[in-house]
C-alpha cells in the first residue's frame, strides 16, 4: 500500500498555530486592543480551560507575547509579537470575506486609515504595485517549479508554498 504524502504547504503549516477558532478570536481582541485574559474570554465567548490552551500555544509559537503586570495572584496580559502584528492583513482579509459571504443582518465593523479611509486587504505586485487577481498569478516553488498534479485543471492557479 502507498502511503501519500500531502504537499508541503505553508497555508498548512499557519493552520496549525492560528487555525482554530478561538486562536483567531483571541487575536482579534488583542488587535483590538484587548489584553487580560478574563476580557478575552467574556469577548471571546470562549471557556477558560480552551482559552488558555490557545493563548499558551499562540505564545509558544511567538505570535503572542506573555507579561506579567500583577505578582500576586500572578496576572498576565497578552501583547502582539512581529508575527502576531503580520498577521494583521491575514485577519482583515478574513473580516471583509465573513463581511462579504457570511454575515448577514449586522452592521460590519470598518478599519480606517490615519487619512480616514476604509481599508480593504488586496494583493498587489511588488514591483508596479497593480492589484494582482487569482488569475494573474502562479505559484512557483523557491528553487524549484509549480507543483501540479495531472489533476490539477489547465489555467487553475497552482498550489504554493509561500
Known amino acids: 500500500m502507498t502511503v501519500a504524502h500531502p504537499r508541503p504547504c505553508s497555508i498548512a503549516n499557519s493552520l496549525a498555530v492560528i487555525g482554530e ?4 478570536l483571541a487575536l482579534r481582541e488583542v488587535f483590538f486592543g484587548v489584553r487580560r485574559f478574563d476580557r478575552i474570554a467574556a469577548n471571546t465567548g470562549a471557556s477558560r480551560d480552551i482559552l488558555t490552551t490557545r493563548l499558551k500555544k499562540l505564545v509558544e509559537n511567538g505570535v503572542l507575547a506573555k507579561e506579567l503586570y500583577q505578582a500576586h495572584p500572578p496576572r498576565y496580559e497578552y501583547t502582539l509579537t512581529e508575527a502576531g502584528l503580520a498577521l494583521h492583513p491575514v485577519l482583515l482579509a478574513l473580516k471583509e470575506w465573513g463581511d462579504h459571504y457570511v454575515t448577514e443582518g449586522e452592521a460590519p465593523t470598518v478599519f480606517r486609515h490615519d487619512c480616514g479611509a476604509v481599508l ?3 494583493t498587489v505586485c511588488d ?3 497593480q492589484p494582482v487577481p ?3 498569478a502562479r505559484a512557483v516553488r523557491i528553487g524549484g517549479v509549480p507543483q501540479r498534479s495531472a489533476a490539477d485543471s489547465p489555467g487553475a492557479p497552482s498550489p504554493t508554498d509561500t
Request: net charge positive; with cysteine; aromatic share 8%.
Open 120 to 122: 480593504h486587504p488586496r
Open 21 to 24: 477558532r478561538w486562536s483567531l
Open 127 to 129: 514591483a508596479c504595485s
Open 134 to 136: 487569482p488569475d494573474s
